[in-house]
């Protein structure tokens, strides 16, 4: 392998032309330039100099071989200079996957909190429901997600969660549907139709209507909160969202009350152990603070 300073002397004389000249432009004693150039040429087995009066001239492959050594130092160089911009915060792309309604109510306020914090760095969107982006957290495809969980819903295998918000659940009926008095109680809707949305928000409706004392009538089921209002409001049944899913949509035909002690966690979550780039850092910092608020 080709000692990076040693290139850098053989560079630096094709660039300068005199041995004095490219120790000066490196900062290195002439004899030291000198050494690098004959160790590059043992190391190569190439006949990179040759002697030309009280000088030296690069031969043909001298000449080839400081040119594509210009192009390593400069990709070296560049990749340096981004490093340390990334590092600073001065510049980057984070991958973010965020499922519907987060994607809808908290990153465009993370975004905006960003550009005041850390105008350089830019944030790459893809709208994914947690068991997606985990997948994409595995394959590298994004470098963060906002996702949920219920309780006793278990985290993907080498995910990281940290819970920023607790995010309530309600009731949704179709407005001029009696709710009852004070804390809504769902068995009060037993014989009604229900409409259900994702698979995991399924399980937590059942879950909820099993502790209610009844196994709730699914009629339709729609991974979309906007469609699913509809339905309610179509007087099709009743259902339970959470709070996010209700401050991107809320349908003027529906009311919603809601149910105690019912929530889902909202969490940053990353792939593989800590440390990770300051990037990902910011950005995580950043959904923290406007989750929590």
């Known amino acids: 392998m080709i000692d990076l300073h040693r290139l850098e002397a053989l560079v630096a004389l094709h660039r300068t032309g005199t041995v004095s000249a490219a120790a000066a432009a490196l900062h290195y004693g002439q004899p030291t330039v000198s050494h690098h150039l004959r160790r590059l040429e043992a190391e190569t087995g190439s006949v990179l100099l040759r002697r030309v009066g ?16 210009e192009e390593v130092l400069a990709l070296l160089a560049r990749a340096e200079a981004e490093l340390t911009a990334s590092t600073s915060l001065q510049s980057g792309v984070v991958r973010l996957a965020a499922f519907p309604s987060a994607a809808a109510t908290l990153v465009p306020r993370a ?20 068991p997606e982006a985990a997948e994409l957290l595995r ?10 969980s219920y309780p006793d819903q278990p985290e993907p295998d080498g995910i990281t969660s940290v819970a920023v918000h607790e995010d309530p659940l309600y009731l949704v009926a179709p407005r001029g549907l009696d709710l009852g008095a004070g804390p809504v109680d769902l068995s009060r809707f037993a014989g009604t139709r229900w409409v259900t949305g994702c698979e995991r928000c399924r399980r937590e409706l059942l879950a909820l209507c ?22 309610v409001a179509s ?18 035909d529906v009311v919603r009350r809601r149910v ?34």
């Open 210 to 231: 099993a502790h209610a004392g009844f196994a709730p009538e699914i009629a339709f089921a729609s991974d979309d909160y906007v469609a699913v209002q509809s339905l």
């Open 54 to 69: 009280r000088g030296v001239r690069l031969t043909p492959d001298g000449e080839r071989l400081a040119r594509r050594g």
């Open 111 to 130: 975004v905006t909190l960003l550009g005041e914090r850390h105008p350089g760095l830019d944030l790459d969107l893809v709208e994914a429901e947690p």
């Open 235 to 252: 007087g099709l049944g009743v259902t339970v969202l959470p709070g996010l899913a209700l401050r991107a949509h809320l349908n003027p």
């Open 260 to 293: 105690p002690g019912a929530s889902r966690r909202i969490q940053v979550t990353t792939y593989g152990a800590p440390p990770h780039p300051a990037t990902v850092d910011a950005v995580a910092a950043v959904l923290t603070e406007v989750s929590g608020a």
């Open 139 to 148: 394959a590298g495809t994004v470098d963060l997600a906002l996702t949920f």
